[in-house]
T-cell receptor, first 113, second 109 residues
């Protein structure tokens, strides 16, 4: 099993550009999450999904959109990139919510200039 | 959801026991406490989880006092490879979760 994979590993965007961060898991997990991690800070939850077709906002959803059309994939969309979105983005999955172990991908480092 | 507070950094030497405490004063009765380890340029990795009292696995122990306002991650006999950032996470069954800012542990030879 590859676990949780994320692409791309690095990306530089100009202000106002859009992009999609890809996340795929092969563990047949129901729950998937997107976090951002700013330097010296903990992870903040952007969006999560409890299953295909169901998504919900986390702590910091503004400026982002998600979709969950399949169990495996949970892409994160940035429509109008802003410098404040410069961060490292982590995708994670778990079999069940409610405190179940989360498995994280390797992250995507995004810089918006 | 409870705010989590951790020390910014800690130093230790190989072979010592390391205890990292996380404060979560307003923790609710249905909140879980989980600790993750993160190496540079990697995603966090699960270490241990608990609800109350003491939990132990092959790599760590987790102590949670009766009032649950704090939790302590204990790493026995650390090695250089334990140098990492350690995060505590408080979460409930409504998918509300709050990571601490992390404790950077440096293990010296």
């Amino acid at each position: 099993n590859a676990g949780v994979t994320q692409t791309p590993k690095f990306r530089i965007l100009k202000i106002g550009q859009s992009m999609t961060l890809q996340c795929t898991q092969d563990m047949n997990h129901n729950y998937m999450y997107w976090y951002r991690q700013d330097p010296g800070m903990g992870l903040k939850l952007i969006y999560y999904s409890v299953g295909a077709g169901i998504t919900d906002k986390g702590e910091v959803p503004n400026g982002y959109n998600v979709s969950r059309s399949t169990t495996e994939d949970f892409p994160l969309r940035l429509e109008l990139a802003a410098p404040s979105q410069t961060s490292v983005y982590f995708c994670a999955s778990s079999l069940a919510g409610e405190g179940d172990t989360q498995y994280f991908g390797p992250g995507t480092r995004l810089t918006v200039l | 959801l409870a705010k989590t507070t951790q020390p910014i950094s800690m130093d230790s030497y190989e072979g010592q026991e390391v205890n990292i405490t996380c404060s979560h004063n307003n923790i609710a009765t249905n909140d879980y406490i989980t600790w993750y380890q993160q190496f540079p340029s990697q995603g966090p990795r699960f270490i241990i989880q608990g609800y109350k009292t003491k939990v132990k696995n092959e790599v760590a122990s987790l102590f949670i006092p009766a009032d649950r306002k704090s939790s302590t991650l204990s790493l026995p006999r650390v090695s250089l490879s334990d140098t990492a950032v350690y995060y505590c996470l408080v979460e409930n069954n409504n998918n509300d979760m709050r990571f601490g800012a992390g404790t950077r542990l440096t293990v010296k030879p």
